[in-house]
Structures are given as C-alpha cells and as structure tokens.
C-alpha cells in the first residue's frame, strides 16, 4: 500500500474538510485531478489545480517528492531565466512553448514564488536564483504550499498502467492498487537522471493512450570524442570556443552550434558549460546516423594569420628553444604534446630556428580550428535533459490537454520539448505545469 506522508485539508475518509485554508482557492470545481509525478512541473500542476477548486492527488513513485529539483542548479536552483522565450527552446516544433510561456511566464513565476517566500536574485546571463541559494528551500514553499491547500500526496506510488473509461481514468499501481479519476496530468518527466526517478515510464503511459513518442535522447549532456589522449590531459580547463560542426555532402563543414565559455577535458571527451549547451545538436545528428565534428578553438580572440604572427615572433625572441619548450607560457603544459601531436608536427624537439616550412602555420591552425569527431554523448545519468518526448502536435498549446484523450493533461519534461542551459527547463516545468493544473480543475472533457 502507498504511503500518504501529508493529507493535510482532508478528512482520513478522503473528504475534502472545508477550512480557512481553502479562502485562497476559488469555489471547489467538484473535479477530481490526478497528477502523475512530484516533480517540478507536478507540484505546481497540483498547486494550480488545488487553488482552481478541484480535489487533488499527487502520486509519486520516490518515498519523496521533488528529488531531482534539489539537483538542480548544483544545489541552488536556477529557476527560471529572465530572457525565457521561444528561442530558447527546441523539439519537433519550439513554438508550442509559446502560449504557456504567455500566459505564466517569467514575471509569473518569480511573483509567484516570492509570494510563496522565494526572494530571487539575478546572476549573469538572467539566470534567476532563490535569494537562500537553496534548492531545498524552493521544494519546501512548495511543499507547504500543497500541504496548506489541501492536496494529497502519495508518495511510493509508482503508476504502472492507465485507462481512459467514460469520463473516468483509472490508474493502477505497482502495488496492486488503483486509483480513480476525472481529470489525469501526466507530469512524469523524461528520462534525464533516471536516480531521480525519471526512467521513461511517462513515456509508456502516454503511448497507453495513443500518444507519439518522438524518439528520446539524452541533452544539456558532455561529449565523448574520438582521440587517445585524453587520460593525458584530463580535468584541464580553458575558455574558449566550442562548435559542432556538420560535414557537408559536398565537402567541407558547416557550423550548426557554438557556444564560448569553459571548456574541460575529461577522460572521455569534453564538459563544461558550453559543451552541455551545445550538447543537443550533436545528438540531434547523432539520432540521424550522421557523424558530427566538435571543433574547439583555444584561442578564440585570434585569426589564424593573427596566431602565426604571434608564433613567430615568440620563435625569433627564443630560436634555441625546442618546439615543445617553446609554447610554454603560451598553452598549459600538459597540452602542448597532444596539440604538437595532433596538429601532425613532425618533431616537437627540433629548435625553433630549424623548423622546416609548414610547422608553424600547423600550430597556428590547431589553435584556432581543432576538430575532433564526436563519438557520441554521454548517457541518461549525466544528462541534464530529455530532447524528444510526447509528440506536441498530440498536445493543445492553450490548456496543455491531449487531443487524443480528452480529460488527460501533459506537462514539463516528458513532452517533446528541452530548453536551453540557464533556468529554461524549470520555466518550463512551471509555465506547462500551471497551464495543466488550471485547465484541468476547470476544463470540460
Ligand atoms: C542535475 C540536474 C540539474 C538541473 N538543473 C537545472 C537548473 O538549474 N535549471 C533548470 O531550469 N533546469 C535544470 N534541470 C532540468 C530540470 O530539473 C527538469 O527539466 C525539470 O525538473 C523537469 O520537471 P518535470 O516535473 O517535468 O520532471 P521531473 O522533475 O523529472 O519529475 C518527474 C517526477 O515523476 C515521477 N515519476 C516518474 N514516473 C512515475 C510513475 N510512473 N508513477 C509515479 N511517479 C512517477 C518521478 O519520480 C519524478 O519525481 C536540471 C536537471 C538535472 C538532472
């Protein structure tokens, strides 16, 4: 039997108790909505749909809820971005973004927040942070939120299966049990951190009702790139360029993504910011079977022409000095054998006075345009997205309903929607999940 940790606001009977708590609400709706999933978008689907007047569970298969909201932002929870809008989402079709993101958007979020006690500060690139730096401290407002409006959270409750009868969903659960409905929001997450409890099962409930997956895959993710040297220069960092390139049918490439910021070497390939957000187009490629470059460009401020200048005029001040010695000062030691190597210079010993024709100009072009071939992303545990979800053309922009299954709601990350590195994919959780949750209380099936 699941475990109902908090029923404040109903009797033990299942009754809705009728209290000063519930002033906040508008008149009860009679609806019965049944959220799947306590995360993000969840909760606040619950707190929408509560203050909406309906009767609310909220099922849960974690013994808690909310467990990968406290990961968020390593711990502080950047919860939304001040530039959040369509261009900064993707899946099969961004603009669906829109209408949720018009009707509870970035001023929304943050005044509802700070009416649940959230005080918010702005770092850079608009990233919204809770005041307290705490992740923890945003679960909790929402947690005492549900709790004083009344709504049910189960939690242990896994929901394996669902069906659509005559305006009724019935939902059952790994253990035996069944629950019952009028109203299903289907906030269940994708696949990103499946610790957290996000393994996919959203995914098989909404194909239980018709529904399209569009397929999944993991985003906001590090890169593993082909190469053997990596052991070598591992857990060094440089800010610089990053870019996935395209290889054109008819030769050469094509830049489809690019980001500068820092960049880390690990034991695999890649991390840092910058390869986490330009991390979906590879996959998007890699999705397709076709073979996509990461060029990284170390020294971003310079042209090539730029950098040979300044090579050789570092070689003529120290023309006895090796190649290797040479770049000291110039590039971190560890990576000037592996740039040596892979810029194909023929003897990184060989004074810089005796360097044949060519060798320079080598350098120069491996600082500025080192492509390396991407193998591949790393997997669902360190990704901190899912691309691909529900189909969106199944969806309506305007309530979040499904058009297959009238009575079913979708929201957050189990949809085919990711957003952008930067408080884009909580906003997201909370523009969809609010949308689900009204719409639910009050929309007619
Ligand atoms: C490490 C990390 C850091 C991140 N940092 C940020 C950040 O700082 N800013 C930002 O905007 N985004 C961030 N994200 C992304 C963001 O956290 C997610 O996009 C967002 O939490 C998605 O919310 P959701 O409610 O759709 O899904 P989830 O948060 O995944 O919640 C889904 C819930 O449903 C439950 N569930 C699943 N299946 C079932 C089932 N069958 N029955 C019952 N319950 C079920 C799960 O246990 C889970 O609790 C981060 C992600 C990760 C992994």
């Not at 360029?241 to 390939?269: D, K, P």
């Not at 044949?356 to 990704?383: C, H, N, Y």
Request: proline share 4%.
């Amino acid at each position: 039997m699941g475990n109902y940790y908090q029923i404040a606001g109903y009797h033990k009977n299942g009754t809705i108790m009728h209290d000063t708590r519930v002033t906040r609400m508008q008149q009860e709706s009679g609806q019965q909505v049944i959220i799947i999933g306590g995360g993000a978008s969840g909760m606040i689907a619950a707190i929408a749909a509560r203050r909406s007047g309906a009767e609310v569970t909220l099922l849960e298969r974690n013994p808690r809820i909310g467990k990968k909201l406290l990961a968020t932002g390593n711990g502080r929870c950047n919860f939304t971005n001040l530039y959040a809008d369509v261009r900064h989402y993707q899946g099969t079709n961004p603009k669906f973004v829109y209408s949720a993101l018009s009707q509870f958007g970035v001023a929304e979020t943050i005044a509802f927040f700070r009416q649940l006690g959230i005080d918010h500060k702005v770092e850079d690139c608009g990233k919204v942070f809770p005041m307290s730096d705490q992740a923890s401290s945003v679960l909790d407002v929402l947690r005492y939120e549900m709790e004083d409006l009344g709504v049910a959270v189960r939690c242990d409750a896994r929901v394996r299966e669902i069906r659509r009868g005559t305006g009724v969903f019935r939902l059952q659960l790994d253990d035996g049990s069944t629950v019952s409905g009028d109203r299903v929001i289907l906030a269940a997450g994708g696949k990103a951190m499946p610790a957290t409890g996000s393994d996919g099962s959203g995914f098989d409930l909404a194909r239980q009702l018709g529904h399209t997956v569009v397929d999944p895959f993991p985003a906001l993710v590090q890169l593993k790139l082909e190469g053997d040297f990596f052991k070598q220069v591992e857990g060094l960092k440089f800010t610089g360029t990053a870019e996935i390139l395209r290889e054109q049918s008819q030769g050469g490439f094509r830049m489809v993504a690019g980001e500068r910021g820092e960049i880390l070497f690990t034991s695999y390939g890649v991390s840092g910011p910058p390869i986490l957000q330009i991390s979906r187009k590879a996959g998007e490629l890699l999705q397709a079977g076709e073979r996509p470059w990461l060029r990284l460009v170390v020294f971003d401020a310079r042209t090539p022409d730029d950098m040979n200048r300044l090579l050789s005029e570092r070689f003529q001040n120290m023309p006895r000095k090796t190649l290797e010695i040479s770049l000291v000062g110039l590039i971190s030691k560890r990576l000037i054998p592996v740039l040596l190597r892979e810029a194909g210079v023929a003897d990184p010993r060989c004074r810089v006075a005796n360097l044949p024709g060519g060798e320079r100009e080598k350098i120069a072009g491996i600082l500025t345009d080192w492509k390396l071939p991407v193998r591949g992303t790393m997997s669902w545990q360190s990704a901190q997205v899912t691309a691909g979800g529900v189909s969106t053309a199944e969806v309506e922009p305007r309530t979040m309903e499904s058009r297959l299954a009238p009575g079913l709601y979708l929201c957050g990350e189990v949809l085919d929607i990711d957003g952008a590195c930067g408080g884009y994919n909580l906003q997201w959780a909370w523009s969809s999940g609010y949308i689900a949750g009204s719409s639910a209380a009050s929309g007619d099936a």
